[in-house]
């Protein structure tokens, strides 16, 4: 799909972005591949590793509609990575996480269309099923905007979809580098916010793998979420700090408990395949001929339950103390 394609990753200096394209390069064959971000450092030092023929470094913001009308110029496929992620800073700073989230999301839309891109995959958040904070809720508007951008084109191009998945491990402002650095320095106890709180847990190539697999399953219109396992907060600290006791801090402002994928309330619509779920669209398109429990890979999905809820506290899927140790130094560079 992606050989002598044009692909632009927004938000391309990320820990997911990096993947992305470490494994596009190795994989295929892009007649350009283009890292859209913000942040000149960033995309310095990430030249110093991705410095193939095909590779574009655009600094723009995706606040800026006519810098991305400017940057999808000729661009066959789309990965929205960028985001305000972090749940604190987006509590503090509510009108900068609306415009990067949802104003950044409606311009990558309106760019993509009037570029006539092929396919657009925009990343999502756990945090976006039945949001308590700011950043899940305007990751839901995203996550809104670009089902109901199909509509806008009917049955021309471009197609739409999202990809939402839990916590990545090891990615930067997680909890995995922050034990990590506790640990080094010879920390005597581990901060918990709570010890029942439970968390999704993916792989940073997890993560790119689903995205990819999506541009070649999509129709336009579904919510993708892949199968994955959670893990206890209280596990992952005994799993990198064996024997340090833990110190309970309490949940920070915007936290959950557990998180949520699929909420019940999107049971009705939701498709299982073997290895990820579909949610899927509530409104009716254009082509209306789509049969979603098929993907463009011929997999076949079925309704799941009534009342299917997935969640990470009643996942039947939970990672041992040796699982996740041995996880984390499969990871270890």
Known sequence: MFDNASVLITGGTGSFGRLFVKTILAHYRPKRLIVFSRDELKQYEMHQEFNAPCMRYFIGDVRDKERLMQAFRGVDYVIHAAALKQVPAAEYNPTE???????????????AIDNEVKKVVALSTDKAATPINLYGA???ASDKLFVAANNMVGAEFPRFSVVRYGNVVGSRGSVVPFFKK????????????????TRFWITLQQGVDLVMNGFARMYGGEIFVPKIPSIRITELAEAMAPGVPHRI??????????????????????????????????????????????????????????GFCYDSGTNPDFMTVDEIRNLNESLTP
């Open 182 to 197: 506790l640990v080094d320095e010879g920390a005597t106890e581990i901060p918990i916010t709570d010890p029942e709180m």
């Open 249 to 306: 801090i309490g949940i920070r402002p915007g936290e959950k408990l557990h998180e949520q994928m699929i909420p019940i309330d999107d049971a009705y619509r939701t498709l299982e395949f073997k290895d990820h779920y579909v949610i899927m669209p509530t409104i009716k398109f254009m082509d209306t001929d789509v049969r979603f429990d098929k993907n463009r890979l011929g997999e076949l999905g079925s309704p799941v339950q009534k």
């Open 138 to 140: 305007t990751k839901l």
């Open 97 to 111: 996480c609306i415009r990067t989230n949802i104003n950044g999301a409606e311009n990558v839309i309106r760019a």
